[in-house]
């Protein structure tokens, strides 16, 4: 096992599946996609940080292996400066995995918020005030919440075009 170098082992192989192949099949999903559940993204948010922390170690695992076997070339790789950049690419994943995990994260606490805002608002107005309107409670509620982005045209009173068919004259054909 030491004569060989590291880029027959599993151990190699794995690396590739683990840091190339399944977070391009994650991102290809990610995009292809129209629409996700909430869930699906910190499923996927998860499983990058997840393949990250595995290419980690199997990197630190290469980077041992290397230094034992007697070939130039997976030392160039694995037991160089080199394999600092290797480091690199787990990173970036484990960070969008973070940051995905974090989006979902921070919608369910906005939920929660908004529930717990017009919860206390419907408590508080009914202990000193009439019912208020179930209407109003839900404006109060929309106007806490953050603005979305809609694709609506913008609202500008627009002009309707007619055509307007006038008598021809009869004029001679050329």
């Known amino acids: 096992m030491s004569d060989a170098n590291v880029f027959v082992h599993q151990r190699f192989w794995a690396l590739v599946l683990f840091s190339v192949i399944l977070p391009a099949a994650i991102f290809v999903t990610l995009f292809v996609r129209r629409e996700f559940s909430k869930r699906t993204v910190l499923v996927f948010g998860l499983l990058l940080v997840g393949l990250a922390a595995l290419d980690i170690f199997l990197l630190h695992a290469l980077s041992v292996s290397a230094r034992k076997t007697a070939s130039l070339a997976d030392d160039l790789v694995f037991a160089s400066e080199l394999r600092i950049a290797l480091y690199l690419l787990p990173a970036a994943f484990g ?11 921070m919608h369910f606490l906005k939920q929660k918020e908004l529930r717990f805002e017009a919860h206390h608002v419907s408590a508080s107005a009914s202990a000193s005030a009439p019912a208020p309107d179930p209407a109003a409670l839900t404006v109060q509620a929309r106007a806490a919440a953050p603005m979305r982005r809609t694709r609506r045209t913008p609202r500008v009173a627009h002009r309707t075009h007619r055509r307007v068919s006038l008598p021809r004259a009869n004029v001679p054909a050329p």
């Open 95 to 105: 960070t969008l995995g973070i940051n995905m995990v974090s989006h979902v994260l």
